[in-house]
């Protein structure tokens, strides 16, 4: 059986609980500065690397019919390097980038439904240019596109596991039993609980407190839904590839949205876990 962790190799953001993340000074790095002053050349690589990625994920999952594997989500990983002391909700907010993982020393695992990035893209072209509103585009260092997938496993795997990786081969006969862990956040949050005005009147401040509490269902609302799509992904996969759930899927409370189960690999394990990484 997997030792029972909570994915502490995999720092997670508490989204039900407000912008908890690594502690992070408030400071610009000398990088986030050399950006600012190099404005057309920093534009230039992101964009770069932004459609080199666009274009390897398209062809990839072009492939995939014709190899006859199951339809990979909508939604493309990204690993990114960016200021430590940015905001991340920013990400969520400005480029509707869902935050995964945040690790240290500002790299930072998103997800984007849109394979074009086409925010993100827009947002670089006006820094280029410096127009109003773009600043935040010095504070994302590096988008790494990771063509031959070399650089993923290091991120999403445990140490242990990650140091077994070089001696596995797909077409030997393993028995792994592994944690999977899926990140079920969306770009979806609570807002923060309303303050009540010196002006407002008992009806004023119910509806407020109606709004939010709304806000709230809704916010829980599409995290189920997201939890029961990629748990139902997840399981396409599982059947794909001949593995076998060890355990039903699990809420991990101090990381909720977030949903865990127990896979048991007794081949074909790194492709499998590429599969579902993706």
């Known amino acids: 059986m997997a030792d029972e962790h909570n994915f502490e190799h995999l720092p997670l953001l508490l989204r039900y609980q407000g912008g908890a993340r690594l502690p992070r000074g408030g400071k610009q790095s000398p990088q986030t500065r050399a950006n600012r002053n190099a404005r057309q050349a920093h534009s230039a690589a992101l964009l770069a690397a932004s459609q080199s990625l666009s274009t390897n994920w398209r062809n990839r999952r072009g492939l995939r019919p014709e190899n006859e594997f199951p339809t990979i989500p909508q939604d493309i ?3 990114r390097q960016v200021n430590p002391s940015l905001d991340l909700d920013v990400l969520r907010e400005k480029f509707s980038f869902e935050i995964v993982a945040e690790q240290e020393e500002g790299y930072v695992i998103v997800a984007s439904e849109d394979i074009e990035l086409t925010p993100f893209l827009a947002m670089v072209n006006e820094f280029a240019v410096e127009i109003h509103g773009s600043a935040t585009i010095a504070s994302v260092h590096r988008l790494f596109d990771d063509p031959n997938q070399t650089d993923r496993p290091q991120r999403v795997l445990s140490e242990r596991l990650f140091a077994e990786w070089p001696t596995i081969a797909d077409d030997q006969m393993y028995m792994y039993i592994v944690d999977i862990g899926i990140a079920c956040t969306g770009t979806q949050e609570i807002p923060a609980y309303p303050k009540r005005g010196k002006r407002d009147s008992d009806a004023d401040w119910a509806k407020k407190e109606r709004d939010w ?29 001949g593995l076998r759930f060890f355990t039903s899927w699990m809420a991990l409370p101090s990381t909720l949205p977030f949903c865990r189960t127990v896979l048991q690999f007794d081949c074909g394990f790194q492709a499998g876990v590429f599969e579902i990484s993706s």
């Open 77 to 79: 990983p990204i690993l």
């Open 213 to 241: 509490s709304q806000a709230r269902t809704d916010a829980y609302t599409a995290w189920d839904d997201i939890k029961t799509t990629r748990e139902t992904e997840i399981e396409r996969f599982v059947q794909f590839y």
